[in-house]
């Protein structure tokens, strides 16, 4: 699996704990996070994170902000990203099952290695399920995107 990496200044105390279990859970990285603990505004980070996914360079995300919160809101606006702020191994692997999230948010300042550990075990070993309650969910958001994209897109030419 290709996970693209990001963390800002807030998860950069935790970025190398990180990245050391995603190697050694075989995971090939793209990293776009913050190698210093200077301050780096997050939207531009959700940016290089969300094209590696959409443009299929990545399998999924995991971005690392102090709260998580930050990054989610960063990540969803981009069609096509399912980003999910997750603190509990439930949600972690569940948000992939049932929603087809593609990006794993975590708060630095919310958990540390050992609960990110198994957050992130969680999340690569899902998959999204083949029930069709589930996919026709997952369209019905696509279909949402592109109507609101299209309602934007009008506003703004006329």
Not at 34 to 55: G, I, K, M, Q, W
Not at 122 to 142: H, P, V
Request: net charge negative.
């Amino acid at each position: 699996m290709i996970i693209a990496y990001a963390n800002d200044h807030s998860g950069y105390p935790m970025r190398e704990e990180v990245l050391k279990i995603l190697r050694e859970n075989n995971v090939e990285v793209i990293d776009h996070g913050s190698d210093t603990p200077n301050r780096v505004d997050f939207p531009d980070l959700a940016r290089l994170v969300c094209r590696s996914v959409l443009e299929k360079r990545a399998d999924r995300g995991i971005m690392l902000c102090g709260s998580g919160i930050g990054a989610a809101i960063g990540a969803n606006k981009f069609p096509g990203i399912r980003a999910g702020v997750c603190h509990d191994v439930h949600s972690a692997h569940q948000g992939v099952e049932h929603d087809n999230m593609n990006i794993l948010c975590l708060g630095a300042k919310i958990i540390g290695p050992w609960l990110a550990l198994d957050l992130i075990k969680a999340f690569l070993a899902a998959e999204f399920s083949d029930d069709a309650y589930f996919r026709n969910r997952d369209a019905q958001l696509a279909r949402l995107e592109l109507e609101i994209s299209r309602e934007l897109y009008e506003r703004h030419a006329t």
